[in-house]
């Protein structure tokens, strides 16, 4: 009872919304995030479809999802959100639609088998990838204006992306990814004044075999 009594408070206190369904997809038990993220009751919830929560196209989906998974006992990763961590809407009892991480998994117990959903509430997060685009397009906005170039090299991928003018200043293709390896190398060094080839062919070889940082 004391191991029950500790995975009913971990239910309660989640920072996630937890709800878990029938084969049929209807609620059997949500944890109070789930009344505060959606705006519903607990007794508004259990017993009602869980694709209440949906808007369309997987709100008509859901069903086809879960039957796919019984009748092969395995999940299409291309088509299913059982067992895996994927991004979608979902619909406030206002009609409010916001991003969410969904993560489902099956509870396959002696009797039957039940679906235990993880729903996270990600709006910030995708304010703030739209802010950090945002003003990655004003910059590059500002650069071109400027008429200033710039490049970043990543050692990783061995590529160099550029922004701003450099293409108009050094006769590239418009904005994007240019490899600098073997031949494109050469095309490379040749962006940089002859009397700074050396310098820069050491800096890179330096930060490539030490991981350090190149400046």
């Known amino acids: 009872k004391a191991s029950e009594a500790y995975l009913d408070a971990i239910y309660k206190t989640s920072i996630d919304a937890l709800i878990i369904i029938n084969n049929r997809g ?7 995030t789930t009344e505060e993220l959606f705006g519903y009751s607990n007794a508004e919830l259990v017993g009602q479809n869980v694709r209440m929560l949906m808007p369309d196209p997987h709100r008509s989906e859901h069903d086809g999802y879960l ?7 395995t999940a299409k990763p291309e088509t299913t959100v059982i067992g895996a961590i994927r991004e979608y809407e979902a619909i406030k009892a206002d009609g409010t639609l916001f991003p969410i991480e969904l993560n489902v998994n099956p509870l396959e117990l002696s009797t039957e088998i039940l679906f235990a959903g993880s729903i996270r509430d990600i709006s910030k997060r995708k304010q703030a990838e739209q802010l950090a685009h945002d003003n990655k397009q ?4 500002t650069l071109k204006h400027a008429h200033v170039g710039t490049w970043d090299w990543s050692k990783e991928t061995q590529s160099m992306s550029y922004t701003g003018s450099t293409d108009y200043l050094y006769g590239l293709a418009p904005e994007g990814t240019v490899e600098i390896l073997t031949r494109k190398s050469k095309e490379f060094i040749k962006c940089i004044h002859p009397d700074d080839r050396d310098m820069v062919k050491n800096a ?11 400046n």
Do not use: D, E
């Open 26 to 32: 209807i609620i059997q038990r949500c944890n109070p």
């Open 67 to 73: 039957n796919s998974y019984q009748k092969s006992g």
């Open 138 to 141: 004003h910059l590059v906005n």
């Open 204 to 214: 890179v070889n330096t930060a490539n075999h030490t991981s350090g940082m190149f």
